[in-house]
């Protein structure tokens, strides 16, 4: 498999709770290498405009409410098959039906309240980190 790039975000109730080390440590532990970080609290402008493929859904504006409830950490991940590598890791989307080890399943909340997000594919993995970061801060 080769080695490519996805976008993770640490969302507000993880950084909350001092979590940004427990998430970042269980990344490292599966041979993921963190390329690009840096925490910072989003505008209501950003986060509905990086959501925007949800606009329609009814839980869109609870989702960017939270999402600019406090700081995040945005992040650049980087090794072997990282997309999958990486959702695999972070467990399905409701915290309920994540596998048991995963970072939802031990710390999230809910599924609004999930602690992460991570890509779905390497195409939209470069959109996302287009987003965020300019390339001379990916530092592989
Ligand atoms: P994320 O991977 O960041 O992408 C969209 C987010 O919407 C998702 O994680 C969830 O945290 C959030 N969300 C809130 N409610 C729902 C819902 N009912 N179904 C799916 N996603 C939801």
Same mark, same amino acid.
């Given at each position: 498999m080769a080695t490519e790039r996805t976008f993770s975000i640490i969302k507000p109730d993880a950084t909350r709770r001092n979590l940004t080390g427990r998430v970042n440590a269980m990344i490292e532990a599966a /041979?993921? *290498?963190?390329v690009a970080q840096k925490r910072l609290h989003m505008t209501r402008a950003m986060a509905e405009e990086f959501y925007g493929v949800h *606009?329609? *859904? /009814?839980f869109f504006s609870d989702l960017v409410t939270f999402m600019i409830s406090g700081p995040v950490v945005v992040q650049v991940l980087q090794g072997e098959g990282a997309v999958l590598k990486h959702r695999d890791i972070m467990g399905a989307t409701d915290p309920k039906k994540a596998a048991a080890g995963t970072i939802r399943a031990e710390l999230a909340e809910s599924i609004e309240a999930n602690s992460v997000h991570g890509s779905d594919s390497a195409e939209n993995a470069a959109t996302e980190i287009a987003f965020f970061f300019a390339g001379i801060e990916l530092v592989g």
């Open positions: /041979g993921l *290498r963190i *606009r329609e *859904r /009814g």
